[in-house]
Nanobody, 126 residues
Framework: QVQLVESGGGLVQAGGSLRLSCAAS????????MGWFRQAPGKEREFVAV????????YYADSVKGRFTISRNNAKNTVHLQINTLKPEDTAVYYC???????????????????WGQGTQVTVSS
């Protein structure tokens, strides 16, 4: 059974940084895109970032450009999200997703058929 397990969330003050990680098991995603979505309380899940299978293409939501960086390690079947200059509005549960191409994530995603993690909470205090 495919599992995606996120880690690295927590409580941080505004302006701080976090590094989220997502490890996949039971299947390799080295030929698939991987990405991150988030869902704040009372809001719909929204796209954050996606990276192509070889890391050659990355796309970000406008709200996180310049502050978030997505990366991946295909040898370890992992994807990471470096979050800098955190803002209170970044508070959300962050979900890792894997599968498909970048088009499955953005602009019209997420598409059906992606694999999802259980989420990790990021809380930013002002």
């Amino acid at each position: 059974q495919v599992q995606l397990v996120e880690s690295g969330g927590g409580l941080v003050q505004a302006g701080g940084s976090l590094r989220l990680s997502c490890a996949a098991s039971a299947r390799t995603f080295s030929s698939s895109a991987m990405g991150w979505f988030r869902q704040a309380p009372g809001k719909e899940r929204e796209f954050v970032a996606v990276i192509s299978w070889n890391g050659g293409g990355t796309y970000y939501a406008d709200s996180v450009k310049g502050r978030f960086t997505i990366s991946r390690n295909n040898a370890k079947n992992t994807v990471h999200l470096q979050i800098n200059t955190l803002k209170p509005e970044d508070t959300a549960v962050y979900y890792c997703a894997a599968g498909g191409t970048t088009a499955a994530y953005y602009p019209g995603g997420p598409s059906r058929g992606l694999y999802w993690g259980q989420g990790t909470q990021v809380t930013v205090s002002s």
